[in-house]
T-cell receptor, first 117, second 114 residues
């Protein structure tokens, strides 16, 4: 069965601190996709990144970076120098490749990040 | 490009009623997926439509149904509403062609069942 675990339910940091959000996934497929989404209080899920199972290269985008390790089935997300605007719920998600389908996204329970000034 | 739009944004219904939610995907996107978000169960996949055909379905009872029109707009319907159907319903669109594309979400419809 496919599963995504975000063990951290809530994290609170002070502005400018670095913070890492953990994500561990389970799948039997060799081809799959991993995602991070941000959900601000407005409710809309904002796409942050997609990684496929064959690309373990880490990625950096501004203050955001992602560390994908197949050996530990983890796809962690780090925010450097956090800002108040980063406060949101962050979801890690998994999708298995299916011919003729976008597949469905299997979400973790989310990590609520609060960044205090 | 305009993003995914969902109407209405808020709905209040009573048990036993039925409800229809609407989703307009990003222009050019042909795949529309629906998700339910509740505090207890989190985000769960309902179904996906592509070119007016349902091509993937989550584990929800038959009271939940959907359809897609030729212009890719989609509706989902919930019949015989139960209290547990109170949730944020999110629609997502993607190009849906060959290969895999990320899904872009709308603001959601918050349904309250009394």
């Amino acid at each position: 069965a496919q599963k995504v675990t975000q063990a951290q339910t809530e994290i609170s940091v002070v502005e400018k601190e670095d913070v890492t959000l953990d994500c561990v996934y389970e799948t039997r497929d060799t081809t799959y996709y991993l995602f991070w989404y941000k959900q601000p209080p407005s409710g809309e899920l904002v796409f942050l990144i997609r990684r496929n199972s064959f690309d373990e290269q880490n990625e950096i985008s501004g203050r955001y970076s992602w560390n994908f390790q197949k050996s530990t089935s983890s796809f962690n997300f780090t925010i450097t120098a956090s800002q108040v605007v980063d406060s949101a719920v962050y979801f890690c998600a998994l999708s298995e490749a299916r011919r003729g389908s976008q597949g469905n996204l299997i979400f973790g329970k989310g990590t609520k990040l609060s960044v205090k000034p | 490009k305009a993003g995914v739009t969902q109407t209405p944004r808020y709905l209040i219904k009573t048990r036993g009623q039925q409800v229809t939610l609407s989703c307009s995907p990003i222009s050019g996107h042909r795949s529309v997926s629906w998700y339910q978000q509740t505090p207890g169960q989190g985000l769960q996949f309902l179904f996906e439509y592509f070119s007016e055909t349902q091509r993937n379905k989550g584990n929800f009872p038959g009271r939940f149904s959907g359809r897609q029109f030729s212009n890719s707009r989609s509706e989902m319907n919930v019949s015989t509403l139960e209290l547990g159907d109170s949730a944020l319903y999110l629609c997502a669109s993607s190009p849906g062609g060959l290969g895999y594309n990320e899904q872009f979400f709308g603001p959601g419809t918050r349904l309250t069942v009394l």
